[in-house]
Structures are given as C-alpha cells and as structure tokens.
C-alpha cells in the first residue's frame, strides 16, 4: 500500500476555493521554474466553475496566477463543436477565459480539433499528438507529464472520460483514447489514458455537493471503491493526488479528512 492521497475538506465550495487556488499556484510557480511553462490539463461537469472562483480573483500576496504561462488541454471532450452546450472546452472557455481580467496574461488553449467529429479514433490519435508536440517533443518523455491535472469525479466513480468497467482503464500505450458509447451522454468522446491521468505531478480533484457523498465513501472507504477509475487514480498517484471537496461531499466518509486547510 502506497502513501494515501490528500483530502482537504471545507464547509462550502467558497471556502475551498481559496485552497485550491494555493495548490493550482504552488504547480504553476514550480511548472515555471522547471521548464518556464505550465501545462494543466482540466475537465468539464462541475470543476470550472469551483476552479474560476480560486483564479480569477485578486491576488491577496499569496502569487499571481501567469496565465500567459498556462497551456490548457482537456482532460476529457466530448466530441462535438466547440460552441455546442455539452462541449467541455465552450464550459472552460464561458467560465473562466472569458473572463480573465486585464493584467492576469492569455493562456494557449489546445482544444480538440473538429474536423474529426466523425471519427473519434482519428481526433484521440490529433489529440494525441497535440500532445506529443508539447511535451515528448520537449522532454523526451514516454508519456505526458502534466504539471496539473484538475478532475472531476462522477458520482458513478468516472473520473477524465474513463468510466468504471470499462476496457479502456486496461490501456498502457496511447496517451488519448476514443469512447463510442460512454455511458453518460454524449456518447462519442476523446480521454485522457488512465496512466497519463495517475502519472500527474500534480493532481487535485474537485467534488462538491451532497450529490458526491456516496461515491465518495465507496472511493475512499472501500476496497471496491480503489477499483473504480477515481480509486485508481488515488491508489497509482499516492500523495502527489489531493482532493478539494465540501463537507456535503463527504458526509460519512471514515478516511481522515484535513478539515478546513491545504
Ligand atoms: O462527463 C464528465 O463528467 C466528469 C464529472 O463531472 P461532474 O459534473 O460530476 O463534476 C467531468 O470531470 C468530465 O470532464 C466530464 O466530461
């Protein structure tokens, strides 16, 4: 058994957002040191609007968020135009970089590309090497090191667009895979791999709401749980794993919780 992953807990997602927001700069300020860029992969469902709370506000001493800094990948899409309602890249975009104050810089954004609508496969294999161009091409690596990965948590245990079950959580090689029928709607999208999402630097979950309660004690109190994609994530990327959540989200869950503080 490998370290735990960190669990941060606070009364509301108001109150984590200041936390998240010194974690998100803690990656960022050591990303730039190391290579002089940040590279942050997120996700659609709930997160955008907890993480525009933790960034886009003004800086109390605590660090500037450099977003000229910043290139943003998405840890899941769906595969669909990028103005439609269930694409993850318009969520990100109306949450957050619309509304990037004057002075906080521009980030690169590497959306999918549409021209693939049809064919998932040929858009994970694009995705994939938009990937390659902005990491291997750099570090020479086998596989993606993302400064910060920021997830979400389905409350069936899915984490990234890998959902529990599924074959594709078996994957070792492709860092982007395809999905034809994911099990909530849309059905066709891109995802990031398994070990890609677990081989992070950094990697901080977002849960909030009463909603995620009973998942997140099976994820955290079960053995059943470990193997749900969320579980895995925790049990592959030990300590370097840190969960913001609000205490709604995690009524009745045993595993210790560092109440109201990173
Ligand atoms: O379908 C998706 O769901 C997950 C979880 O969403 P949430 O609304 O329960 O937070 C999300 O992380 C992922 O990016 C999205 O495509």
């Avoid at 509304?99 to 040929?122: A, C, F, R, S």
């Avoid at 990697?203 to 998942?215: C, L, N, P, S």
Wanted: aromatic share 8%.
């Amino acid at each position: 058994m490998g370290k735990p992953p960190n669990l941060y807990a606070f009364p509301s997602a108001d109150e984590l957002a200041p936390s998240l927001r010194t974690f998100v700069l803690d990656a960022q300020n050591a990303a730039i040191e190391r290579h002089n860029v940040f590279r942050v992969g997120v996700s659609g469902g709930s997160l955008p609007q907890v993480l525009a709370k933790a960034l886009l506000v003004e800086s109390n001493g605590d660090g500037k968020v450099q977003f000229d800094k910043w290139h943003i990948f998405f840890a899941d899409e769906r595969a669909v135009p990028l103005d439609h309602q269930d694409s993850n890249y318009r969520l990100v975009k109306k949450e957050i970089l619309d509304k990037i104050p004057k002075g906080m810089g521009t980030p690169t954004v590497h959306p999918i590309d549409v021209k693939y609508l049809d064919d998932v496969q040929e858009m994970a294999d694009q995705y994939e090497k938009t990937l390659v161009g902005a990491f291997a091409a750099r570090d020479s690596v086998k596989l993606p090191l993302f400064d910060l990965l920021l997830l979400g948590c389905g409350p069936d245990g899915h984490t990234c667009s890998l959902f529990p079950g599924s074959p594709l959580l078996r994957e070792v090689d492709a860092w982007v895979l395809p999905i034809s029928d994911s099990p909530k709607p849309p059905p066709k999208r891109i995802t990031l791999s398994l070990p890609v999402a677990y081989h992070g630097i950094r990697i901080g979950f977002v849960a909030t709401g009463a909603g995620k309660k009973d998942i997140m004690k099976q994820i955290f109190d079960t053995e059943e749980g470990a193997e749900l994609p969320c579980g895995l994530v925790n049990t592959k990327g030990e300590d370097r794993v840190s969960w913001f959540v609000d205490y709604p989200a995690i009524e009745g869950v045993a595993f210790p919780a560092r109440r109201g503080s990173l």
